[in-house]
Each structure stands twice: as structure tokens, then as C-alpha cells.
């Protein structure tokens, strides 16, 4: 398989470099244990955010570190969970003094190392809390999971708790935030091709020409089923159905649809995707204050979508509207 990259030992030390050279104005990056800080860290007065996992999905998360998302983000191999040492390192540049909050993708290496950092750093001094994100409706248990996976609402998470550390609101009350959009979010994405590890050298998992996977991960983990491919309007109603069933959603209730792109899948078909989810949702008696489409949490190269849907209060929409500046998103600035 063609990857446009040297040596594949270096993947990720390249891709940290290239970073630090592209946002000098927002990020610091360290080495060695590798992480990204925002520039200004750590900011007095103000809970920092840290989150992470594999390398591999960008821009999530090193493309969201910076004012109004978060404060630092813990980079592993690809497909690999950081180290505890790399989490500890990253709260210790954070904290402000208001304490850290660790936002945790529900995989079983990044759960461990986590909870081992956090230890760590409250025999420092150090308060954390960490709230587990896991809102993929496709499965209960995969290859890397014990319970659902934590997907799309990482994303909707680490943009709201920003806002709300960013207006000095409390660890108590950043980590309500978390949990409420963990609570009140739901995702599933499917597949059109594998994706390839640099490391392997060929594709994760192997998908017929006229096949799609229906809830596959984000590490390339086998979904719900495997089927003929279809029409793009009948694969996004196959996932507005099992996310709409997953939570009770009321008619009249207002959300969020965030249409995602796995890495491979372009504006025009990702707006062809949006358009279907957009007409169930109002099927349904759903009204779409707010939404996100394009690639935000990637699988590599791989070609296929997910889908969230977040219910929304008026908190939740103030703290989706702030401000927020980052490599990978920015508006209100």
C-alpha cells in the first residue's frame, strides 16, 4: 500500500514536528515523552483539559489543543494508547492551579494508562477527575473495549468542557458538562475500505469492492454486520435508526449532527450524508440548532462516516458557540 511517508518508525515524531512547525502561535511540542501543550500553558485560574489516544485519527487530538478546547493532548503510536508518563507530564504543564480534567476514550490501553496517570499525579498534588466517553451505539463489547467505544462525542466533549474552563467555571463543573454530553450523545459510523497501519503495510481488514461494514471503529474493529453496499440515503438510515433508538429522543427536542468523515470520504459525499441525516432527524420531530461536518476524528485512510447526534440545552449550545481556537477548529475569534 502507498503511504506518503519515510521511514514508518518515525511517523509519529515527524508528524509532532510538523506540528510544531505549522502552529508555533498555538502549541507547544514536547519529546520524549511526546505531547502538545497550547502555547500559553499553563493558563492560572483556569481548569486544564487533557486528552489522547492513538495516533492515527487527527485532528483529534493534538489538532484541538488551544484556547476554548483543550489544554494539552498525549499522542500514541498509531492505533496505540499513550503512556501514563506522557499524561503525567502533560496535566503537570497544565495545571492552572483549578485542577485537570481527563477526557478518556473508552479503550481498554487508554482507560489503564489514564487512571495510572491520574494516581500519579494526585500523589503530587494534583486533583483529576476523568469522565469516560463512550457513545458508539454499533457494539457492546470490541477488540479493544470493554463496554461501547468512545467515538464522535470526543470531539463535541473536548469543544464544550473548553469553553466552560476557559470561562473559569470549576473542575466539578467542567466534568458535569462531560458527562452530560457523553449522556445525552450517540454514534455510529460504517465503512467502505480498511484502512492501513504504516507499521503493517496492508490493509487492516479486508472489505470486497461491493461490501460496506456497518459499525466498524476507529481502529478498524468489526461492526454490527457486513453487507452489499447501498445507496449513501439508505447506509445514513440505517444509522440514524440505531442511534435514535439507542436514546429516547422526543419529538421537539433540539440536537447536534455531526456528520464525520473517517479519514477517506470527501466534502461532497459527507454533505450528501448530512442532507439524509438532517431530513430523518426532522422526520422524527427533531429540530438541529447546531451542527459539524468533515473530518474530525479519522481512521487514517479510511473511506466511510459516522454520525452523532447530541441532544442540547441551552448550556450545551452557549458552550458549543464560544469561542475556540485551535489547528484543527476555530470560530468567534
Known amino acids: 500500500m502507498k503511504k506518503f511517508i519515510n521511514n514508518p518508525v ?43 489516544g492513538g495516533s492515527g485519527h487527527e485532528p483529534m487530538h493534538g489538532g484541538f489543543v488551544g484556547r476554548g478546547m483543550l489544554d494539552a493532548a498525549c499522542p500514541g503510536e498509531v492505533f496505540t494508547s499513550p503512556t501514563p508518563d506522557q499524561m503525567l507530564e502533560a496535566a503537570r504543564m497544565v495545571n492552572g492551579g483549578r485542577g485537570v480534567l481527563f477526557i478518556v476514550k473508552n479503550y481498554t490501553g487508554d482507560v489503564m494508562n489514564f487512571e495510572m496517570a491520574a494516581e500519579l499525579a494526585a500523589a503530587e498534588g ?12 454499533a457494539v457492546e463489547d470490541s477488540l479493544y473495549t470493554a463496554g461501547r467505544r468512545g467515538v464522535g462525542c470526543t470531539v463535541l466533549a473536548e469543544k464544550m468542557c473548553g469553553a466552560a474552563a476557559e470561562e473559569g467555571r470549576s473542575l466539578d463543573e467542567v466534568a458535569d458538562i462531560c458527562r452530560k454530553v457523553n ?32 459499525g466498524i471503529g476507529i481502529h478498524g474493529e468489526p461492526g454490527r454486520t457486513r453487507m452489499a453496499l447501498k445507496p449513501a ?24 449532527l455531526f456528520v464525520n ?39 487514517l485512510e479510511m473511506a466511510g462516516v459516522s454520525i452523532t447526534l447530541l441532544k442540547l440545552d441551552e448550556e450545551l449550545i452557549h458552550c458549543w458557540d464560544a469561542p475556540v481556537y485551535t489547528p484543527g477548529l476555530r470560530w468567534g475569534i
Open 10 to 52: 518515525n511517523v509519529v515524531k515527524e508528524e509532532l514536528e510538523g506540528i510544531a512547525l505549522a502552529h508555533p502561535d498555538l502549541v507547544q511540542v514536547y519529546f520524549g515523552p511526546n505531547y502538545i501543550v497550547r502555547a500559553d500553558a499553563p493558563v492560572k485560574g483556569k481548569v486544564g483539559l487533557v486528552s489522547g
Open 126 to 137: 494534583i486533583e483529576v477527575q476523568s469522565v469516560l466517553i463512550d457513545d458508539d451505539v
Open 183 to 214: 449522556s445525552w450523545g450517540r454514534s455510529m459510523g460504517m465503512a467502505l475500505t480498511s484502512c492501513t497501519v504504516p507499521h503493517a503495510g496492508r490493509p487492516t481488514f479486508d472489505l470486497p469492492e461491493d461490501e460496506m461494514e456497518i
Open 233 to 256: 440515503d439508505d447506509i445514513v438510515e440505517m444509522l440514524m435508526e440505531a442511534i435514535l433508538k439507542d436514546l429516547p429522543f422526543k419529538s421537539g427536542d433540539e440536537v447536534l
Open 261 to 299: 468523515s473517517m479519514g477517506g470520504t470527501p466534502l461532497v459525499e459527507l454533505y450528501i450524508a448530512y442532507r439524509r441525516a438532517h431530513q430523518v432527524a426532522e422526520k422524527n420531530g427533531l429540530k438541529v440548532r447546531r451542527n459539524l461536518v468533515g473530518p474530525y476524528i479519522t481512521s
